[in-house]
């Protein structure tokens, strides 16, 4: 959702390591799988030949423990990248010791994939519409009760690369504050899963090509304005079956993309076929579109200043005042979330309402 700011490294040529890296931990693990899911299959003997057995396999596939879910996150250094490089293996997000911050049972969303919304894909499982018209645009959002107070919502994005920048932002953050993922992310649907434990609705965000491109290369997946519908399609499928229990796709830059009638009629077409809304940065805010649509206002850290983040929440404010609704996007730096969380916390004395961003969804008529 940010047409300004690196992910994190997923904006230039580490994301293609990420990516290839993804394949082939997937195969490793498909190929280990019959093992390590029975480590006593030689064990059946007597108490001698139990401990050889057993020291046989750690010798030849390594300390047992290895095949432990975990995520691994390698980050780059430089202006673009402003958290400091970092190997990090954070505790698992699955199991029993998931970083979770248990919410009480209304607050968290239903976990996916919920049946009835996927079909299979070229990556994994893809979102679809549900035999009964259910889409995921309406099943994976976040519920909201509409009072009539002017509603704020603010999408915080570039998750999944920075393991403790993730979970400060899943576990800080107010439940109704929308986040979205970068597609490259290892252990993309722990993260997903987390999120939504936590209450958060999720976005996927595509990476589509800038003005800039190829010197601003978003990724080995990224949608090109010149591309045939049919490839655009491709690229975008493998993005979505990445994961599953988004209720939307948000824009990583995309300058050029997005202002192409071509490119972005495919885009909008396979989206509304999926059931998937669409939330941009304020890029696409004259685009129509058949898929539930919003667009950001602003950004509210294009400086990293709290003052300036600040006042960004404050225009926010004014905004949703005057129209009745605003929506604003921003990038999970630290001084963003702690402002962010600040700010959340005295909406209510002022007589607005923090909503989920698809709850500021409409449909633009072509």
Wanted: glycine share 12%; hydrophobic share 45%; aromatic share 6%.
């Amino acid at each position: 959702m940010f047409s300004t700011r690196s992910q994190f490294g997923a904006a230039d040529g580490a994301s293609q390591t990420a990516a290839g890296r993804l394949a082939g931990l997937e195969a490793l693990r498909r190929a280990a799988g019959p093992v390590l899911a029975n480590p006593w299959i030689a064990a059946t003997g007597a108490g001698l030949l139990f401990v050889l057995a057993v020291g046989g396999l750690i010798a030849v596939t390594g300390d047992p423990r290895a095949g432990a879910p975990h995520v691994r996150i390698a980050l780059n250094q430089g202006p673009d990248h402003p958290i400091a490089g970092v190997d990090a293996v954070p505790t698992p997000v699955t199991g029993p010791a998931a970083p979770t911050a248990p919410l009480p049972v209304s607050q968290a969303l239903a976990q996916a994939p919920v049946a009835g919304l996927t079909g299979p894909g070229p990556g994994g499982l893809l979102p679809i519409i549900a035999a009964d018209g259910r889409t995921p645009a309406q099943v994976y959002a976040r519920p909201f009760h509409d009072t009539g107070a002017p509603k704020v919502a603010l999408v915080i994005g570039g998750l999944g690369l920075n393991a403790k920048v993730t979970r400060d932002a899943i576990q800080d953050l107010p439940p109704e504050v929308t986040l979205s993922f970068v597609p490259y992310a290892e252990g993309l649907q722990g993260w997903i899963d987390l999120a939504r434990a936590n209450g958060h609705e999720v976005l996927l965000e595509a990476p589509m090509e800038p003005l800039d491109y190829p010197q601003n290369d978003p990724g080995p997946y990224t949608l090109m304005a010149q591309d045939p519908a049919g490839e655009t399609i491709k690229r975008l499928e493998m993005l979505l079956s990445r994961a599953t229990g988004y209720f939307g796709v948000t824009n990583y830059l995309g300058g050029r993309f997005m202002s192409s009638d071509g490119a972005m009629n495919a885009f909008s077409a396979a989206l509304h076929q999926r059931g998937l809304g669409f939330i941009d940065d304020g890029s696409a805010a004259g685009r129509a579109g058949a898929e539930p649509r919003a667009s950001a206002e602003r950004v509210i850290d294009q400086e990293l200043d709290g003052a300036s983040i600040d006042q960004q929440l404050a225009a926010l404010e004014a905004s949703a005042q005057q129209h009745g609704r605003a929506l604003a996007s921003g990038f999970a730096y630290p001084v963003t979330l702690q402002e962010v969380q600040r700010w959340a916390a005295g909406l209510q004395a002022k007589g607005l309402v923090l909503a989920p961003a698809s709850a500021l969804m409409t449909r633009r008529a072509p």
